[in-house]
């Protein structure tokens, strides 16, 4: 049987699952719907199911994991989930390898985007970056000196910095974070709220969605083009902080909204621009990813070789 790894990417509205040769290339990949898995029982039986199938297939050697929030990545422990409840303190590692008699190498989300960006994405060979992964909520990874930075805790949480000083609630705990302003839901509210909504075309779809203005946008809507020139400028601004603090050469914009990009670009570097000192906002790029909606399990499998 042939030798593989697993990468698995746990995000708040899908997760998927890559399983890899020895060389790195995907031969099998799976996508869940992530809203029937939050409780942990449940999402151990969804492991289970796909990992016993696969094994008829590959021999499996270890696997990897990028969750939606801070962990303790020695000893595999969840703190706590911001979109998702019900895994706070949760023991994941100990309670995958006891199940699946497998090594499980664990790491935030925006950890495991941003490590295959610098392995295999756009990232690769740079000293200083910044990796947003745009989905459900706002992922974010960071590379210095050539490596995925880590404090105590697994990640640079930059999502979660309160930018609005009487903001809204966040799924952190905190109140005005920058994620209460382009994670999904909080995005859609807003472009409820903006003028022109009511007279658009996509005032009429239910359960509206951030692909639904991406499609908009697609099809020359001019109120679908406005909610992203405010996406950009949003998010502009935020990495305007950033690239103050860090000077970074490169910012990856991946995940499931990167497909948008072409919409929300120019409005983020000409905040950047405005916003950024010089020559710092000069000295980066900002580019999309090239890994598709593969970035996180790629991620994932580049875990277990980094670990």
């Known amino acids: 049987m042939d030798k593989a790894a697993i990468g698995i990417d746990w995000g708040g509205t899908f997760v998927k699952l890559g399983v890899f040769d020895s060389k790195g290339r995907i031969v099998s990949k ?45 000893k595999g422990v969840i703190y706590y989930l911001p979109n998702i409840k019900g895994w706070e303190n949760f023991p994941f590692k100990k309670k995958f390898q006891k199940k699946f008699k497998i090594p499980l190498f664990i790491d935030n989300d925006g950890n495991t985007s941003a490590l295959a960006e610098l392995r295999r994405g756009k990232a690769k060979g740079i000293t200083t970056g910044i990796v947003f992964t745009l989905g459900t909520g706002l992922g974010c990874g960071l590379i210095i000196r050539g ?27 905190g109140t005005g974070c920058v994620e209460t302003l382009l994670g999904n839901s909080y995005f859609i509210s807003k472009v409820k709220s903006m003028p022109g909504y009511k007279k658009s075309p996509v005032s009429r779809i239910k359960n509206m969605d951030p692909y639904n203005i991406y499609q908009a946008a697609k099809e020359k809507d001019r109120f679908a083009l406005k909610c992203w020139v405010y996406f950009g400028k949003i998010l502009g601004r935020f990495s305007s902080g950033l690239i103050n ?5 490169l910012i990856v914009i991946g995940g499931g909204l990167s497909g948008a990009f072409p919409f929300f670009k120019q409005a983020m570097e000409e905040e950047i621009s405005y916003q950024a000192m010089k020559p710092q906002s000069q000295q980066v790029k900002v580019v999309k990813s090239r890994l598709g909606k593969d970035t996180g399990i790629i991620g994932a499998r580049e875990l277990t070789l980094e670990k």
């Open 245 to 249: 603090l860090l000077n970074p050469e």
């Open 30 to 74: 799976y996508s869940y719907l992530s809203e029937p898995l939050t409780n942990p029982d449940d999402f151990f039986n969804f492991i289970s199911e796909s990992i016993n199938n696969l094994r008829k297939k590959y021999s499996l050697e270890k696997a990897g994991i990028g969750v939606p929030g801070p962990v303790d990545t020695g």
């Open 147 to 173: 490596k995925i930075f880590r404090g105590r805790c697994s990640a640079a949480e930059a999502a979660h910095m309160p930018i609005v000083l009487k903001g809204k609630k966040c799924g952190c705990g």
